[in-house]
């Protein structure tokens, strides 16, 4: 019995140490370029609203910029993610690994995903500041807006979408 167990703490081990080692060999996970990071955000941020105005209307009123603005934002940025999609579908796939299909039936559902997973990223407690965050973004055209999301999410000073949303760093 000591045998065994001896063996398989070796067997554990060793498993670790490739493991380890594998790690350290393994090619980086794919990235997205900016422009692919720029596309991905753009068909994020309708949902986004959509989701966020549905949470903070109650907390902030008929006055918010959520209740007086918001879907306007959002449509702004449906105009633009037709563009966007075939740009957004590929970048996906390349980070994914997944071989998804041309369909533009796969929008809806890739949107319903995200504002899945968006859910619990909006808290009511700070509708205030996403409110008047949005109301001073709004002058900007939609793809200005994305861009400058994009390079918050570089500068880390907001959270990235999702764990796996990992833009590629710059080499010049």
Known sequence: MMRKGIAAALAAWAALGATGAYAAQATPQPCFTTGEAESVVTLLVPPSIRLAATICRPTLGSGSYFATRGEALAQRFDAE????????????RKVSGMNLPDSDTLKPLVMALVGAAL???????????LDRALAT????????MAQLLVQFIQL????????????????S
């Open 137 to 144: 973004l709004d002058p900007l055209p939609a793809h200005n």
């Open 119 to 129: 859910t619990s990223k909006i808290k009511p407690e700070g509708c205030r500041e």
């Open 156 to 171: 880390r000073l907001i959270d990235k979408p999702t764990p796996n949303f990992s833009i590629c760093r710059s080499q």
């Open 81 to 92: 993610s037709g563009n966007a999609w075939p740009i957004a579908l590929l970048a996906v």
